[in-house]
């Protein structure tokens, strides 16, 4: 047994924020997952670790990037990504999406749906989060899912409740869904890619009537700082091992080499559109290299 797990945990958490990481965000899966480690490797379950971080950070915005929507009552849900948002003063975000670990829900007796029917769960669930957040005893009838005046007591800090991520970049109900409800949607790939999607999301928020700026648009890969090519190939071959892809291929979804060129990347990024980068690391232990990588990308997206 590992006792002092959460420990390292703070212990990241604190090294992140002292480093310019303006959020840290946790995922929800129960089994651990390939691009990660080991299936039978331990790991926390994501909202109640998320809980106790509220306690003992300060600066950092937190949320779970993201919620399986299928893990939970959407209006407990809310309920609770409210009470973090108290212990926290105001820092909750709600990462949000329909879910794609089949394996993780049949091991816990969770029923796992079709992709559409997931979708359609998801877009009520976004739905009555919102209202929990935002009105006193909403009542909402769904196929799916359905409210009947819920208290959410107390409510969240801010009039409008925690921002909502919605994750995901499929072009034909996930990126209209976040034109019309979400306050940021996540992405990854290259540049172009990143492009396109945006391409679609502003297109799809004309349809709709709204702004794009109004949706924060944000990027996901894995960061590494490497001082020699060497120690750069070793990564990205590991890297590569976790998400079955080949070296080259781990490399172009990945922020990767000196400093100098992880900058150069992240302009690369902004200029395709990125409001924000949220990066993995391969050994978040290696609390040195964690720290690199906040500092160069807060140099980064504040040039």
Known sequence: MDDKLFERVVEVAHTAEAAGFDSLWTMDHVHQIASVGDREEPILEA???????AAVTSSLRLGVLVTCNGFRNPAL?????TTIDIISRG????????GWHEEECRAYGMEFSSTRERLARLDEAVRICRAMFTEHAPRITGRHHSVDEPLNMPAPLHPDGPPILIGGGGERVLIPLVARLGDACN???GPATVRHKIDVLERACA???R????ISKTWLGTAIIADSEAELQEAVERLGMLLGVAPDAARGLALCGTADEVRRQIGEYREAG???MIVTVLDPGDLDHL???GTTLREAMDD
Do not use: N, P
């Open 47 to 53: 909202y109640t670790t998320l809980a106790a971080l």
């Open 77 to 81: 849900l809310a309920k609770m990504v």
């Open 91 to 98: 820092r909750a975000v709600l990462g949000i999406g329909a």
């Open 187 to 189: 992405f990854f790939g």
């Open 207 to 209: 349809e709709v009537g």
């Open 211 to 214: 702004d794009s700026e109004e």
């Open 274 to 276: 990125v409001d924000g």
């Open 291 to 293: 720290g690199r990588v």
